[in-house]
């Protein structure tokens, strides 16, 4: 069966520290995998999505980047975080873009 | 651009229905599907209409009318575990990721 791993599960870090948060997803080859981001008591905002390695798209414009260096890992980053960053990243993936999505449990990262 | 529309906030008592709405703003989905989330977890995948009508999965059933655009979520039986925020997801047409509504953060009460 397919397992998604995302960590990790909270985060605290100062404001103009780099980030990385990473995912890996088992039990399945070439996946669409996804991060979002979800502020307190909001909507899911779709931040980057990819279908193969190497192949990223970037749905907002911000200080965030994302990677996919392997098949199955998917990765977000961020040079210089803003308080703004602040917030629950969820990373997915499904086999097809438009159904079955599978998130990760999460990771509520706060900026101070 | 694409965006869904549904309630924010439904309340119900424990044990009754509730229906939760969703409809589009554009005829450019052909496919809708419901996550359900508690608070501080992530979403789960709780069902998908590739066709209009209804499906139905234990106590949820989910509607899809793509000439109305319109679907909704019927929860039966309501539990306090119930207690969640559901989003409605359309698939759009062409080969672009799901579109997800704000939500609808529903509180089932004794």
């Known amino acids: 069966s397919q397992t998604i791993h995302q960590w990790p599960a909270t985060l605290v870090q100062p404001v103009g520290s780099p980030l990385s948060l990473e995912c890996t997803v088992e039990g399945t080859s070439n996946p669409n995998l996804y991060w979002y981001r979800q502020a307190a008591g909001r909507g899911l905002q779709l931040l980057f999505y990819s279908v193969g390695i190497g192949q990223i798209s970037s749905e907002v414009p911000q200080n965030l980047s994302a990677s996919r260096p392997q098949d199955r890992q998917f990765i977000l980053s961020s040079k210089k975080l803003l308080l703004s960053d602040s917030g629950f990243y969820l990373c997915?993936?499904?086999?097809?873009?438009?159904?079955?999505?599978?998130f990760g449990s999460g990771t509520r990262l706060t900026v101070v | 651009g694409q965006s869904l529309e549904q309630p924010s906030e439904v309340t119900a008592v424990e044990g009754a229905i509730v229906q939760i709405n969703c409809t589009y703003q554009?005829?450019?989905?052909?496919?809708l599907s419901w996550y359900q989330q508690h608070d501080g977890g992530a979403p789960t995948f709780l069902s998908y209409?590739?066709?209009?009508g209804l499906e139905e999965t234990g106590r949820f059933s989910s509607f899809l009318s793509r000439s109305d655009s319109y679907g909704y979520l019927l929860l039966q039986e309501l539990q306090m575990k119930d207690s969640a925020s559901y989003f409605c997801?359309?698939?759009?047409?062409?080969?672009?990721?799901?579109?997800f509504g704000k939500g609808t953060r529903l509180s089932v009460i004794a």
């Open positions: 997801a359309g698939t759009p047409s062409g080969n672009t990721p799901l579109v």
């Open positions: 554009t005829s450019g989905f052909y496919g």
């Open positions: 209409n590739a066709l209009d």
């Open positions: 997915a993936w499904s086999q097809t873009l438009g159904y079955g999505y599978t």
